[in-house]
């Protein structure tokens, strides 16, 4: 077994979320995770609206079983979407989500980094926001 190898095995159990597709499952009630560390968030930027659930305690937070999951985590049927810089991380992380019997839990292909180069995110007014094709927000 190699990482590239674990990695490719995660994605075949994900129904990734692409970039472009991030508005429509925000407005369909999904949830955004973001697992970058700290001092990344900092370097690159905040994700609106998104849990920050660091990634060491991330199945604690959202199995619904555990004592120490985050009150969203109400059950196994919560869409998740996992946020990392590039896509890479989020996808092991959703992948062990599954594990947990959170079938809905997946990612996006390419994390953070594809949100900023495909234009969806703004820092106008000081606060960064998601940006639609047309120019209107999406609330988060």
């Given at each position: 077994?190699?990482?590239?190898?674990m990695?490719?095995?995660?994605?075949?159990?994900?129904?990734?979320?692409?970039?472009?597709?991030?508005?429509?499952?925000?407005?369909r009630?999904a949830?955004?995770?973001?697992?970058?560390?700290?001092?990344?968030?900092?370097?690159?930027?905040t994700?609106?609206?998104a849990l920050?659930?660091?990634?060491?305690?991330?199945?604690?937070?959202?199995?619904?079983?555990?004592?120490?999951?985050?009150?969203?985590?109400?059950?196994?049927?919560?869409?998740?979407?996992?946020?990392?810089?590039?896509?890479?991380?989020?996808?092991?992380?959703?992948?062990?989500?599954?594990?947990?019997?959170?079938?809905?839990?997946?990612?996006?292909?390419?994390?953070?980094?594809?949100?900023?180069?495909?234009?969806?995110?703004?820092?106008?007014?000081?606060?960064?926001h998601?940006?639609?094709?047309?120019?209107?927000?999406?609330?988060?």
């Amino acid at each position: 077994m190699t990482i590239d190898r674990m990695l490719e095995n995660a994605r075949t159990q994900l129904k990734r979320v692409y970039a472009f597709e991030l508005p429509q499952a925000i407005e369909r009630g999904a949830l955004l995770v973001d697992i970058r560390p700290q001092a990344q968030r900092v370097k690159e930027g905040t994700l609106p609206g998104a849990l920050v659930i660091e990634r060491n305690v991330l199945e604690w937070r959202l199995d619904p079983s555990s004592s120490a999951r985050l009150a969203a985590a109400t059950d196994h049927d919560v869409e998740w979407i996992v946020v990392c810089s590039e896509g890479y991380t989020s996808s092991l992380a959703a992948a062990s989500l599954q594990q947990l019997g959170l079938h809905r839990a997946t990612d996006l292909v390419g994390g953070y980094q594809a949100l900023k180069a495909a234009g969806l995110l703004s820092v106008a007014a000081g606060a960064p926001h998601f940006v639609r094709e047309v120019g209107a927000l999406v609330s988060l």
